[in-house]
């Protein structure tokens, strides 16, 4: 009963905060980019309840899988809505955007709770709360300070688009106090050993997300958060 209240949740919260909400933001003729990133923001926070909902970490992939069967076909009916479309539909009409997003999002979350909670225990679970907070804040801090301050671009053969260097300094930045808060204040960690793997694993994901493509930073920036923070947390652990 727990886990079936917990998928259900899951599914109630994606559709008030993942497409209710910013349905209306649109609406209100919100501009794209911060309409997408709060998109990024709440699939970042659903974190949490996949790790709290459910009683043994497959359940909580298990519902994560069920979101994708039920949103994935919604998604691509709306898409070729001739209204509908103008809602769901970013990116200068990428169509598919957000049902990759979906499918990357829920794959990554899928992979970091496999490890960080099914394999190596229960105890290890802030690391993966900690590498999607680390991507969800910092991608929405680099898309939106890059674009509104912004003037110098990043110009190099592997980067993609038009980043510049204050998106990934604030990429940087914000990684780095999303790590430290939840490092601290969710993984109990003393302050000190947060800090100090905020200060090495900010500037990581900041790098990662500036050579990914294709919005393949969904994957790549929480991934590589959570490789470099497991052993940086071991080794501190080690230390006491």
Known sequence: MRDLIGAVALLAYYLMFAVVIPVLMRLVRIPEEPIRKT???????????????????????????????????????????????????????????????????????GLLILVFWGILGYRWHHIAVTAVMAWGFGDAAAALLGKAFGRRRIVHRLVEGTKTYVGTVAMAGVAAVAIFLTLTLYGHLTWYVALAVAAIAAPVCAVVELFSRRGADTITVPLAAAAIMAPLVYAFSLLK
Do not use: K
């Open 39 to 109: 998109q990024h923001v709440v699939y970042a926070l659903s974190v949490f309840l996949m790790l709290r909902l459910f009683s043994q970490w497959y359940w909580a992939i298990a519902a994560g899988a069920l979101l994708l069967l039920i949103a994935y076909p919604v998604l691509w009916w709306f898409e070729r809505s001739m209204w509908l479309s103008r809602i769901v539909i970013s990116r200068s009409g990428d169509h598919g955007e957000l049902r990759r997003q979906l499918v990357s999002v829920q794959a990554t979350f």
